[in-house]
């Protein structure tokens, strides 16, 4: 792959609106389909924003109206805003696109990147995006004073957190020991050049996620890089290793087309 270039576009009091930010995007997306510019990550925070991709069910979005961006990426509902860094890789990839590829370059790469703070994080199967994993299920503490024999959660596929109280809560998954996504990717491959990316949560305020059911999930939760390592991190503090480590899979990567006659 060619050297990747990286454009940091705003945090803090100059966060970028999403819709800002997404015409951006396909800007990018539109140069870099004509060879004009070099494969580009896009950097940066959010304002406060809920967006939804192409797979979210109604009974995911926020309970109370609160507005939601729809979006032309996969992946289900989420949360973006003040505290997590968010990357857009716009990259020119062999076709046929091995998306599944893609995908695990950016979760080594943030993986790479946490592990530089100190903590261990890993992939969980059949669920995108880099994640601290809770203790084995007969370790973890009663909800509710209830046995995990009685956790509605394991006999009702729709269980909403949302109604049932702040111990269900996708921002206490750490006090209960479950699953934790710290970083969410969703991303959308158009004319063989990839939009949308990650969103490494690093120091947000989580509660923001407690108002939807994040990425779809019902039994896990979130965690920032803070909250785990029991010390501020920064946006500031992220931004030079998520670069370093991004850089150093992607531009080292080997991208190869998808065998033609297997599952993208």
């Not at 800007?27 to 950097?43: N, Y």
């Not at 940066?44 to 961006?69: F, I, K, N, Q």
């Not at 020119?92 to 903590?119: M, Q, S, T, W, Y």
């Not at 500031?236 to 080997?254: F, M, N, Q, S």
Request: proline share 8%; net charge negative; charged share 30%.
């Amino acid at each position: 792959m060619s050297e990747l270039r990286f454009v940091r576009l705003g945090f803090g009091g100059e966060a970028v609106e999403y819709q800002e930010a997404w015409q951006k995007q396909r800007e990018v997306h539109a140069a870099r389909f004509a060879d004009e510019v070099p494969d580009t990550c896009l950097l940066l925070e959010h304002p406060p924003v809920y967006t939804a991709g192409r797979r979210t069910a109604d009974s995911e979005r926020p309970l109370d109206g609160t507005p939601v961006v729809d979006v032309d990426r996969g992946g289900k509902i989420t949360w973006h805003g003040p505290g997590q860094l968010v990357g857009y890789p716009i990259i020119k990839l062999p076709r046929p696109v091995d998306v599944v590829a893609h995908v695990r370059r950016l979760e080594e790469a943030l993986i790479l990147a946490c592990a530089d703070f100190g903590l261990e994080t890993s992939r969980v199967e059949g669920r995108s995006g880099v994640w601290v994993l809770g203790d084995p299920v007969e370790e973890r503490p009663a909800i509710g004073g209830l046995s995990l024999d009685f956790d509605p959660r394991l006999q009702d596929e729709e269980f909403d957190p949302r109604l049932n109280g702040p111990e269900y809560a996708p921002s206490n998954a750490g006090q209960r020991r479950e699953d934790r996504k710290l970083a969410a990717i969703g991303i959308r491959i158009a004319k063989g050049v990839s939009m949308h990316g990650f969103a490494l949560n690093v120091n947000p305020d989580n509660t923001w996620f407690d108002r939807i059911v994040p990425c779809g999930i019902r039994d896990a939760g979130v965690t920032s890089l803070s909250a785990e390592l029991g010390r501020e991190i920064t946006i500031a503090d992220a931004l030079p290793v998520v670069e370093r480590r991004l850089r150093e899979v992607l531009e080292t990567a080997e991208l190869r087309p998808r065998p033609v006659g297997t599952p993208a």
